[in-house]
């Protein structure tokens, strides 16, 4: 089975997980992680203070004094979209979190950019450490942006479904969703997957439920696969697959 066929599985489960760990968790890993992160960073201009030249630890300061401007408008529209989800009014929260998307961007050019600089000034019994410092930080990164995904994909349900829809998919999704899913499980099933193709056209014209446009959410507004449809009716018919 080739990585094309079951992609969607895959990239389906891994989007509900993750609004499932951050609902369940009500969002607070993510304080957590950020903290963890600063903690990193203020070791790793540690390590810059003590081998880097003049030059380069200005230059060090310079993208420091970017990285917390651009993470101080992150966290801002981040505790904003989390208060409007607890409220279920999601309001004009879409407008600034369209320019989520940019600053992260901006972060990851500054991540690459500072890990580079600090390379090139560690002398070579500690390039290793700082390698491994900025492999857990790319980590931390990640699982951050995951939650942050998730946090989207909740704007959009309560811009799309009155509270009581919202409050029946989180807890169908608490309930069905497992949370220690893994890749390998959801590629074992792809070809029964596929198989059930034929059954899920003769349903595309039928009118949408709940979770047909849960799923859209999930395909960004677009006609979800097949793959994802069986695997999210077995989640709803209390079935981890």
Same mark, same amino acid.
């Given at each position: 089975?080739?990585?094309?066929?079951?992609?969607?599985?895959?990239?389906?489960?891994?989007?509900?997980?993750?609004?499932?760990?951050?609902?369940?968790?009500?969002?607070?890993?993510?304080?957590?992680?950020?903290?963890?992160?600063?903690?990193?960073?203020?070791?790793?201009?540690?390590?810059?203070?003590?081998?880097?030249?003049?030059?380069?630890?200005?230059?060090?300061?310079?993208?420091?004094?970017?990285?917390?401007?651009?993470?101080?408008?992150?966290?801002?529209?981040?505790?904003?979209?989390?208060?409007?989800?607890?409220?279920?009014?999601?309001?004009?929260?879409?407008?600034?979190?369209?320019?989520?998307?940019?600053?992260?961007?901006?972060?990851?050019?500054?991540?690459?950019?500072?890990?580079?600089?600090?390379?090139?000034?560690?002398?070579?019994?500690?390039?290793?450490?700082?390698?491994?410092?900025?492999? $857990?930080?790319?980590?931390?990164?990640?699982?951050?942006?995951?939650?942050?995904?998730?946090?989207?994909?909740?704007?959009?349900?309560?811009?799309?479904?009155?509270?009581?829809?919202?409050?029946?998919?989180?807890?169908?999704?608490?309930?069905?969703?497992?949370?220690?899913?893994?890749?390998?499980?959801?590629? $074992?099933?792809?070809?029964?997957?596929? $198989?059930?193709?034929?059954?899920?056209?003769?349903?595309?014209?039928?009118?949408?439920?709940?979770?047909?446009?849960?799923?859209?959410?999930?395909?960004?507004?677009t006609q979800q696969t097949p793959a994802q449809r069986v695997?999210?009716? $077995?989640?709803?018919?209390?079935?981890?697959?």
């Amino acid at each position: 089975m080739n990585e094309h066929e079951f992609n969607p599985v895959i990239q389906a489960v891994v989007s509900i997980r993750h609004l499932a760990k951050a609902t369940s968790e009500n969002w607070s890993s993510m304080k957590t992680l950020g903290s963890e992160l600063s903690t990193d960073l203020e070791k790793a201009t540690s390590q810059i203070t003590n081998f880097a030249s003049e030059d380069t630890r200005k230059e060090w300061l310079e993208k420091m004094n970017d990285y917390s401007e651009t993470i101080q408008k992150l966290k801002q529209i981040m505790a904003e979209a989390i208060s409007k989800i607890r409220e279920k009014k999601a309001g004009n929260i879409a407008d600034d979190w369209n320019h989520y998307p940019k600053y992260v961007e901006h972060v990851e050019e500054l991540y690459e950019q500072m890990k580079s600089l600090g390379l090139k000034a560690m002398p070579e019994n500690e390039t290793a450490s700082w390698e491994d410092l900025w492999r $857990r930080i790319d980590e931390k990164h990640e699982a951050i942006k995951n939650e942050a995904y998730a946090c989207s994909m909740q704007l959009q349900m309560i811009q799309n479904h009155d509270p009581k829809e919202v409050d029946q998919l989180n807890d169908s999704i608490l309930k069905h969703i497992p949370l220690v899913y893994t890749n390998q499980e959801a590629q $074992r099933y792809t070809e029964e997957y596929m $198989r059930a193709y034929e059954q899920l056209k003769k349903e595309a014209s039928q009118k949408k439920t709940l979770w047909d446009k849960f799923l859209d959410i999930l395909a960004g507004g677009t006609q979800q696969t097949p793959a994802q449809r069986v695997m999210m009716q $077995r989640w709803v018919d209390g079935e981890k697959i």
